[in-house]
């Protein structure tokens, strides 16, 4: 099998993108993939989207092939991958398995989500069709909610406090503010959101123990990479960014029948396969892009993948080395709570800044001594997770 | 809506208990599964109160958690007040609790135990 | 103007006690002042109400060209015993709130307009309303109708209010809700917030003038700057 480089990467604003529909949105994301890859389109020949939600909100199906036309890259192979979450990382897993495989050269990766055009109820309804049927949706769970369960335990469990929620939340979006494509752009403190009497209403509930800037905003956007083989990378004198190795697992789709609910199994072995993958240890890791739809995942992503011992997050936090000047700087782009989460872009647009920062293209927000790139998308609530690692290959 | 939540059942190979139900064991992948009784009264493993609700729930908020039943099963369920604490013990419901596009749902709601507050 | 004319169509009003100022710290770290504006205030604030009239999302051309008429009907002395509050940021205004007495007993809470997003500004201000109303109005009930989806899950929902049947709100559309004394109180520790006294220095800063951004500043804070296909 050959190894697999990103040659392009483009993204929209994320954000509320009033006018655009679903495909408006993936074709300007693969449109921006191939002219930053400075390929003809007519070269591609296989397209897979990433979308979890354009049948239920967009009321639109087989957009794949939509795109296709929409960008004119017919007669080209076009296939929707819907991993809930994890569509995105997901959809890059199997353009890397296409081109690996010598079947394809030249591939788009594109994920969209168009989530603001219907009211944030139904937002929150379609959202919650990925729990259990019948053991969890019924009740009314929402993610939040599911997060909340998750977070009563794992707080308690590795003695974290709301402190330490709100420290990932401020340093996240300090993050978005150098991002020209997050969502949120907004400086936060810790006075204004935990500190004042009046984070009562500035920070309110969502689902305990996770109140509002816990949790990640309702976004549209689109991400998308151009894949081919590194030996074809120098043709277009880019700098090669290898996808050098991918893992994915899954778990119990019911919260209730994890044998330890704080155990996020999925993470573990799909990092450990990515990692045994690259050829690598989670030692090795320069930065990370960690799904963050609320502030307690950053932290239980962090430690379930390696990175960190379990408890341990909060002392990085607290040291300042998962900032953007630190040791091992923990979403320099904002993370989901910033950047956004267009559900099904979101694993394609952590591998977008994956690249940027591995290509010294990160502007603002550019890490020092970017190598190796750990990108974990989180799908289900952790029932299917998708971890990529990326290197630099000089 | 057929209800399909209200058994749970335990591999005849190997024991373990699944709910709901499924096709092949967790545990060993065998297919042939015995029913498996609910216990009046459970222990509360988790919960959160949800305040930004989906569609079709009108109420304020909601409080939803996960039981431990005192036979081993774990399930999600409604709670009836906010003000619990893992580790307390619950009474065990079955009962209509919602309507959906018409029709009636059953489920778990699990109410605290006096004693126990 | 005719002063006799004007005696006739400028009714008597109701004394109506001023709202306190108060201020918020917002997530942001920012401090807000709220506090009620005297009727020569007006004009600059209709002035950043009005690019509002062209944004058709989450209804805020409605709700703004429906303030616009109440604050200016209300600057000219056509709209009796009524009130409006503001939110300034480094005197910059970030949102306008209004209602009026419909009688000693009743309000009527007729429009909350938040120019910056994202910060709550909506929800504090309109809890400064029901707060005038109950606190220092004195008034048993407050009602409210809304005219956006927002706008209904942050009030309806959020305060409990009860709905009144066959009872029309005066701005027409949409079914009444109430807000009673005994719900405002029960829920004011998790919704009313501020600290009083304003400092002085801070509210005179805030008095002595209303800063408003330009007309593509506030399209750009209301509906984000934002397409598929900018760059």
């Excluded at chain 1, 794949?64 to 994890?86: V, W």
């Excluded at chain 1, 055009?117 to 929150?124: D, K, N, P």
């Excluded at chain 1, 019948?134 to 599911?146: C, D, F, N, Q």
């Excluded at chain 2, 369920?77 to 959906?100: A, L, N, S």
Aim: net charge neutral; charged share 20%.
């Amino acid at each position: 099998m050959r190894n697999v480089a990103i040659l392009g990467v483009g993204m929209t604003h994320f954000g509320r993108l009033e006018d655009d529909d679903i495909i408006d949105i993936l074709s300007s994301a693969s449109i921006r993939a191939i002219d930053d890859a400075g390929i003809d389109s007519k070269e591609i020949q296989a397209i897979y989207v990433a979308n979890m939600g354009a049948g239920i909100m967009n009321h639109q199906t087989a957009i794949a092939s939509a795109l296709a036309d929409n960008i004119a890259l017919l007669p080209a192979a076009a296939d929707t991958i819907e991993n809930g979450p994890a569509s995105g990382a997901s959809a890059i897993k199997n353009g890397v398995l296409a081109v690996a495989s010598g079947y394809f050269d030249f591939v788009l990766v594109v994920g969209g989500e168009k989530m603001r055009g219907v009211s944030g109820w139904r937002a929150t309804d379609f959202v919650a069709t990925l729990t259990h049927p019948y053991a969890e949706y019924i009740y009314g769970v929402t993610l939040p909610g599911m997060a909340g369960m998750f977070a009563n335990l794992y707080m308690e469990k590795y003695g974290y406090t709301q402190r330490h929620l709100a420290m990932v939340a401020i340093k996240n979006h300090r993050n978005g503010m150098l991002n020209p494509y997050a969502h949120v752009q907004m400086d936060i403190t810790m006075e204004g959101i935990l500190d004042s009497p009046h984070s009562v209403v500035n920070n309110s509930p969502v689902a305990t123990p996770l109140n509002l800037f816990d949790c990640c905003p309702v976004t549209d956007g689109g991400a998308a990479v151009i894949l081919c083989p590194e030996e074809r990378v120098r043709e277009f004198g880019k700098p090669i960014v290898r996808v050098a190795g991918f893992g994915q697992a899954t778990d119990t789709h019911t919260l209730a029948e994890r044998d330890d609910p704080t155990d996020l199994k999925a993470v573990t072995l799909a990092c450990k396969q990515a990692y045994e993958r690259a050829g690598i240890t989670p030692q090795d890791i320069s930065f990370a892009e960690l799904h963050d739809a609320f502030t307690i995942l950053e932290i239980a992503e962090a430690e379930h993948s390696g990175l960190f011992e379990k408890g341990e997050y909060k002392k990085a936090l607290e040291a300042g080395e998962v900032e953007i000047t630190g040791r091992l700087p923990i979403n320099p782009s904002g993370g989901l709570k910033s950047r956004g989460h267009p559900v099904g872009a979101t694993g394609v647009a952590q591998v977008v800044e994956a690249t940027l920062q591995l290509r010294g293209e990160g502007g603002l927000r550019q890490i020092r001594n970017a190598e190796i790139g750990l990108t974990v998308n989180f799908g289900g609530f952790g029932n299917n997770v998708v971890a990529l690692v990326l290197r630099r290959v000089s | 809506m057929k209800i399909k939540n209200k058994k749970a059942y335990k591999c005849i190979n190997c024991g373990r208990v699944t709910y709901p139900k499924r096709v092949a064991c967790l545990g060993c992948r065998g297919r042939e599964f015995e029913e498996v009784q609910f216990t009046p009264e459970c222990t509360l493993l988790t919960f959160s109160q949800i305040f930004q609700l989906p569609w079709g729930v009108n109420e304020r908020f909601l409080t939803i958690g996960i039981c431990q039943f005192d036979n081993g099963i774990k399930a999600m369920g409604r709670i009836t007040t906010p003000d619990v604490k893992k580790g307390m013990r619950m009474k065990v419901h079955w009962q209509i609790f919602r309507e959906m596009a018409g029709e009636d749902v059953w489920g778990w709601v699990f109410e605290p135990i006096p004693s126990s507050l | 103007m005719d002063l006799e004319l004007e005696q006739i169509l400028r009714p008597p009003e109701y004394d109506m006690p001023p709202y306190p100022a108060k201020v918020i710290t917002l997530a942001t770290g920012k401090l807000m002042v709220v506090r009620q504006i005297e009727r020569r205030e007006v004009p600059i604030i209709l002035e950043a109400i009005k690019p509002t009239l062209k944004i058709s999302r989450d209804f805020y051309d409605v709700v703004g060209s429906r303030l616009y008429s109440e604050l200016l009907s209300w600057s000219r002395y056509r709209c009796r015993n009524a009130y409006a509050i503001i939110g300034q940021i480094d005197n910059i205004l970030v949102g306008c709130v209004n209602g009026r007495m419909f009688s000693k007993r009743i309000g009527i809470s007729l429009h909350t307009l938040a120019i910056e997003r994202g910060l709550r500004i909506g929800a504090h201000l309109f809890a400064a309303k029901m707060e005038y109303h109950i606190e220092f109005l004195g008034q048993s009930e407050v009602w409210i109708t809304a005219e956006s989806p927002i706008g209904f899950r942050r009030w309806m929902i959020e305060y409990e209010l009860i709905k009144q049947e066959g009872i029309q709100h005066e701005l027409g559309g949409a079914e009444s809700y109430k807000l009673t004394r005994e719900l405002y109180f029960k829920h004011k520790p998790r919704l009313v917030v501020g600290t009083r006294p304003c400092p002085p220095e801070l509210l005179e800063k805030a008095k002595s003038q209303i800063i408003i951004a330009d007309e593509e500043t506030i399209n750009r804070q209301i509906c984000g700057a934002k397409g598929a296909w900018v760059k």
